[in-house]
């Protein structure tokens, strides 16, 4: 063995080492303990006659055999090795595993979910538009900037009403999405867990390795969840965010978009008991579903049209690096851990750790007072 070419494989236990001090303030702490009570047993000349003292210098090499046989554990808990060198292949060519790339590649689904409840008919933005033109003019510049990802989309009120498929027709997207109107599929009222709840099962038809990206626009009104009395309403939220089970949340991304004014709106044509019915934007819940899928949540009235597309498609373009660079690694530590069995080194560990038994043996061996 050559200790100039000896490394340990793991240096870190070496912090181990420290507790050598303890070990020898409590060896010492023994010793007197021991001499203590024997003094308060008897006097001198009476204990001569009844017990064999223990000997000073037997307990001082047990102390010694304690410390050294914790040192040499240590040792061999660190691992030594020594002459390191590569595995001799037959004919000098490593063997190779052939991997697929194309199976460490993600396609990439964007899904939009619209809210067309009667409430999305309110005129509350600068221009005079209506929550509803404005979403479908954020999502038409949006689809025009897509570079080959699949687009579906979903419009949704108390249910959910599927407008286009999974697909890479944009042309036909964008006709759809200006085709959009309020309360989509002849359905009124808004309940995000209904909605959430069959949009699940169509994304459990879609492909697992497929990554998802599900932007909601809506401006957080659910006639269901609003009705519910405070100790209720946790309950509820709960309920909501434990829709998407763990297999989807690996591969879905969440954003979520508040359409409106914090300030209260009258909705057009909708009376209540013949009283107008007013709207505003209630972001709790589309701000809860962003934080616990880890997405983000955008507030509408703080951005432009096209600065808010812009920032949604840095978004799906961030991601989608993400989950492609994700495998990359992957092949990089599985490379990295075929290059490291393909080395050979001496092991040593065996040497300090068969001297570590031995000192125990004789600690245990040796007797604490020396017969005359």
């Known amino acids: 063995m050559s200790i100039r070419n000896l ?31 024997t003094i308060a047993f008897a006097s001198d000349k009476v204990l001569k006659t009844l017990l064999i003292p223990r000997s000073k210098f037997v ?11 914790w040192l040499f554990a240590c040792l061999a808990l660190m691992n030594p090795q020594s002459n390191l060198r590569y595995l001799s ?22 899904i939009l979910l619209v809210d067309t409840s009667a409430s999305m008919d309110v005129k509350d933005n600068p221009n005079g538009e209506t ?46 999405i ?28 879609l492909p697992k390795e497929k990554l998802l990206t599900l932007i909601l626009f809506s401006d957080g009104g659910d006639e269901q969840f609003e009705k519910l009395e405070d100790p209720y309403k946790q309950k509820a939220i709960q309920n909501i965010l434990s829709i998407f089970p763990d297999s989807i949340k690996d591969h879905l991304y969440f954003l979520t978009v508040g359409m409106g004014s914090s ?20 972001p709790f819940l589309l701000e809860q579903l962003a934080t616990h899928y880890q997405g983000k949540y955008y507030l509408a009235e703080s951005w432009t049209n096209k ?28 490379v990295r851990l075929a290059k490291r069995d393909e080395l050979l080194s001496d092991l040593y560990y065996q040497i300090p750790l068969g001297i570590s038994i031995l000192l125990l043996l004789l600690y245990l061996i040796l007797p604490d007072a020396r017969r005359p």
């Open 7 to 37: 490394f340990f494989v793991f240096p870190q236990a070496s912090f181990l080492m420290l507790f050598l001090l303890p070990l020898l303030f409590l060896q010492g702490c023994l010793f007197y303990y021991r001499q203590k009570q």
């Open 59 to 69: 307990h001082l090499c047990k102390m010694m055999i304690c410390l050294l046989c």
């Open 89 to 110: 292949f037959a004919g000098g060519i490593p063997s190779q595993k052939t991997i697929d790339l194309a199976k460490q590649i993600h396609s990439h689904e964007i």
């Open 131 to 176: 929550r509803l033109e404005r979403v479908k003019d954020i999502m038409d510049n949006l689809i025009s900037l897509l570079t080959g990802q699949t687009v579906s989309l979903y419009a949704f009120t108390s249910t959910l009403t599927p407008m286009v498929p999974s697909t890479n027709d944009y042309l036909f997207t964008r006709m759809m």
């Open 178 to 205: 200006k085709g959009l109107s309020i309360n989509e599929g002849d359905v009124e009222g808004t309940n995000f867990e209904t909605a959430l709840t069959l949009l699940k099962k169509k994304l459990f038809e």
């Open 263 to 282: 300030q209260p709106q009258l909705i057009p044509h909708v009376l209540f008991e013949g009283k107008p019915v007013y709207s505003k934007l209630e």
């Open 307 to 334: 600065n808010l597309t812009e920032e949604l498609n840095k978004q799906l373009l961030n991601e989608s690096v993400r989950k492609q660079t994700e495998p990359a690694q992957s092949l990089e530590r599985k």
